[in-house]
């Protein structure tokens, strides 16, 4: 953790480096996460109300994957709470989106070979250069679509259900870094915080309201920190409107993960 301190206000920032060693630990990036966290806190003002060029950081970007990601389970589907059902094969995002479903990623802690229903689990693109390739299936639900199982029938315990279930999945990073998608911008928003996702957020619509935190970005380079300001958008306008994709995706793998992302705009509620 590191301490900022300046006008009487202080802030802690946190940065972790996840890793399978101790040999890989990289303490500089611990170091400079930390830093940048505590320092986007420190006489953090209110963001003006406007639409803006947006840096969403590869934690943020995660979690708004995470969060949407029932969107391509067929128990959702079979409850018509998801858009994207009867449009497998159809283009539903941007060209330069590939959402991918790993388990035997070779940076995963936990390589995931059978599901619970002992149906073997595969690698496979969830979305394909932005064409909906597949929905996730378990026995039960393969069966009523008429489809076969993806591996992806997992028990929450073992007196729980079998549901369906994700493996390792992660955006496909692209080949630029987090610095130079914030140069690129001259007027506009880097964001490091979200929260209030469940309850800010319809899994049907897409439509999200999210509280953030973050800096302004002037001239292609961080500037005033900004806080308690509200992100808005729409899951899927979002999704076609990333025009660059970072290539800092994490090293080690667990759940859903994403690298930055460079959106041409969100709807910022500020002041």
């Given amino acids: 953790g590191v301490l900022a301190f300046e006008n009487g206000q202080s802030t802690v920032g946190y940065g972790q480096s996840p890793s399978k060693s101790f040999k890989e630990i990289d303490s500089k990036d611990i170091v400079k996460e930390a830093t940048s966290t505590a320092l986007n806190g420190l006489n953090a003002g209110p963001a003006l109300t406007g639409s803006y060029e947006t840096v969403l950081n590869r934690d943020c970007m995660s979690q708004l994957l995470s969060a949407f990601s029932a969107i391509y389970s067929s128990e959702v589907a079979l409850k018509k709470m998801t858009k994207l059902e009867g449009k497998e094969g159809e283009k539903i995002f941007g060209d330069n989106i590939t959402i991918t479903e790993d388990p035997f990623h070779e940076n995963?802690?936990?390589k995931t070979s059978f599901d619970d229903e002992g149906f073997p689990c595969s690698k496979k693109n969830?979305?394909?250069?932005?064409?909906?390739?597949?929905?996730?299936y378990n026995l039960k639900t393969a069966k009523v679509f008429g489809k076969t199982s993806t591996g992806n029938g997992f028990?929450?315990?073992v007196e729980s259900p079998v549901r369906v279930s994700s493996t390792i999945t992660y955006l496909q990073p692209g080949t630029k870094s987090e610095e130079e998608l914030i140069s690129s911008i001259e007027d506009g928003i880097y964001i490091t915080d979200i929260s209030g996702l469940h309850a800010g957020l319809d899994i049907i619509s897409g439509d999200f309201n999210v509280q953030s935190s973050g800096r302004l970005?002037?001239?292609?380079k961080l500037a005033d920190p900004v806080t308690l300001f509200v992100v808005?958008?729409?899951y899927y306008e979002m999704m076609n409107n990333i025009v660059e994709i970072a290539n800092n995706l994490e090293k080690v793998m667990t759940d859903t993960h994403a690298p930055s992302?460079?959106?041409?705009?969100l709807a910022i509620s500020g002041k």
């Fill in 108 to 110: 995963a802690i936990v």
């Fill in 126 to 136: 969830i979305v394909e250069n932005g064409v909906f390739t597949t929905f996730l």
């Fill in 155 to 157: 028990k929450a315990g």
């Fill in 217 to 220: 970005i002037k001239n292609g």
């Fill in 232 to 234: 808005s958008g729409n």
């Fill in 261 to 265: 992302v460079k959106v041409k705009s």
